[in-house]
């Protein structure tokens, strides 16, 4: 498997050391009780939603490098990366039900389309295409934030906007980055990503633990 597998293991473990943050400083203390079981499926939401998204960016880049790179495995990244976006969409269900999870694993799975369409555009240095195929991705990035902002008023469309339109401008850095064979901002960029996705998994989260503190 191409390179950047070797550093998931690290991304991962960066996630469990992001979600180590003691709980009494994200929620009131507690020593017994039902408010005490809350803060904890709290912690576990956050560290569950985490995963998601370090997930989502890992696989985003091993299909970016492997399409890049012609690899044989680009199709199997593919597939897994898709399989996330399920996995993304599920995680809402307790809260929104099935429809709603639909919903987002749907337009989850455009994201990742488009994306493909992207890089091959870039690859390709077809102009005319890499700018629709950016337009097309922009406007998938309302779509969700509409959707999510319209589930929970603690998830701000503007906010929402801004932070989905920041994962892909980041996105196409890493790209443009590998394409250009420039590893040292092809890690750079990887960086800021991967710090970005655990700032959006963290605020959904805020929104669901806001939503519904007593689920």
């Known amino acids: 498997m191409p390179h950047t597998l070797r550093g998931m293991a690290l991304a991962l473990a960066l996630v469990t050391a992001g979600t180590a943050r003691s709980a009494e400083a994200q929620y009131p203390a507690a020593s017994k009780g039902d408010v005490a079981i809350d803060r904890l499926n709290a912690e576990k939401l956050r560290a569950g939603m985490r995963k998601l998204w370090a997930d989502h960016v890992i696989w985003t880049r091993e299909y970016i ?34 429809e709603a999870g639909a919903k987002l694993t749907g337009l989850l799975k455009d994201h990742i389309t488009i994306a493909t369409q992207v890089v091959g555009a870039a690859k390709a240095k077809d102009n005319a295409k890499l700018a629709d195929a950016d337009k097309r991705w922009k406007a998938n990035a309302t779509d969700i934030a509409t ?9 701000p469309k ?6 989905l339109n920041e994962h892909l401008s980041l996105t196409t850095q890493e790209a443009t980055a590998r394409l ?3 590893w040292t901002a092809d890690v750079a960029a990887f960086d800021k990503i991967f710090d970005q996705a655990m700032h ?14 007593n689920k």
């Open 65 to 98: 490098a492997n399409a890049i790179e012609e690899d044989g495995s680009a199709d199997a990244a593919a597939a897994r990366l898709m399989k996330n976006q399920e996995d993304i969409g599920n995680a809402i269900v307790p809260y929104y039900g099935k």
């Open 158 to 163: 503007t906010e929402l906007v801004k932070m």
């Open 147 to 155: 959707f999510l902002s319209g589930a929970n008023p603690n998830w």
């Open 200 to 213: 959006m998994a963290d605020a959904l989260t805020d929104g669901i633990v806001k939503q519904f503190p």
């Open 180 to 182: 250009e064979k420039n």
